[in-house]
């Protein structure tokens, strides 16, 4: 088992910038891939960033260039940090950990931009 937990959440005005950290315990392997992923009201849960723990990074092409996923092995932590937020940057955002096709999950975290 793996249990995540993310911090850093929070409202932010449009414009604003934000970073939310994960960080995994419990039974963590290599090579393993973590990341986050969003939901926003009534929408499904789209990827955002994802990183191996070798480096090698995924974004969504709509991230790209706004969102930067970083990581400390040495800490089994994951960090998204977000910059020129918009309101539709709104969501839960969720910390993911995958390794030898188990799947696990954070609780999420509310992001919320707006004035």
């Known amino acids: 088992q793996v249990q995540l937990v993310e911090s850093g959440g929070g409202l932010v005005q449009p414009g604003g910038s934000l970073r939310v950290s994960c960080a995994a315990s419990?039974?963590?392997?290599?090579?393993?891939?973590m990341g986050w992923f969003r939901q926003a009201p009534g929408k499904q849960r789209e990827l955002v960033a994802t990183?191996?723990?070798?480096?090698?990074?995924n974004y969504a092409d709509s991230m790209k260039g706004r969102f930067t996923i970083s990581r400390d092995n040495t800490k089994n932590t994951v960090y998204l940090e977000m910059s020129s937020l918009q309101p539709e940057d709104t969501a839960v955002y969720f910390c993911?950990?995958?390794?030898?096709?188990?799947?696990?999950w954070g609780k999420g975290i509310r992001v919320t931009v707006s004035s």
């Open positions: 990183m191996t723990n070798l480096g090698r990074t």
């Open positions: 993911n950990h995958m390794s030898f096709g188990m799947n696990y």
């Open positions: 419990g039974h963590i392997f290599l090579p393993n891939t």
